[in-house]
């Protein structure tokens, strides 16, 4: 059974930083680009971050550019979202997920289900 676990969220201060990890399991995810994306209150989800399987390509939103870095583990089944210079617009539930394409679309495989960040000022 694939599974995709989330942990590091929290409350934090505007300026402030969290890392968040993802751990997949239940199969081998070094050919699965790992992405991360975000839902805010009353608000769509949307893309955050990918990074391809090999962990050579990224890809970023432009909001998050310059202040969250994505990177994997050495057993490619763990991705990390370093994220610095928090804003409270970054408050949101964080997702991560597996696809077998590298892409920043919603088209993901696999999800987990969820990790809450808040920003406050």
């Known amino acids: 059974q694939v599974q995709l676990v989330e942990s590091g969220g929290g409350s934090v201060q505007a300026g402030g930083s969290l890392r968040l990890s993802c751990a997949a399991s239940?199969?081998?995810?070094?050919?699965?680009?790992m992405g991360w994306f975000r839902q805010a209150p009353g608000k769509e989800r949307e893309f955050v971050a990918t990074?391809?399987?090999?962990?050579?390509?990224?890809s970023y939103a432009d909001s998050v550019k310059g202040r969250f870095t994505i990177s994997r583990g050495n057993g490619k089944n763990t991705v990390f979202l370093q994220m610095n210079s928090l804003k409270p617009e970054d408050t949101a539930v964080y997702y991560c997920a597996a696809s077998r394409i590298f892409t920043t679309s919603e088209g993901y495989r696999y999800w987990g289900q969820g990790t809450a960040v808040t920003v406050s000022l």
């Open positions: 239940g199969r081998t995810f070094s050919n699965y680009a």
């Open positions: 990074i391809s399987g090999g962990g050579d390509t990224r």
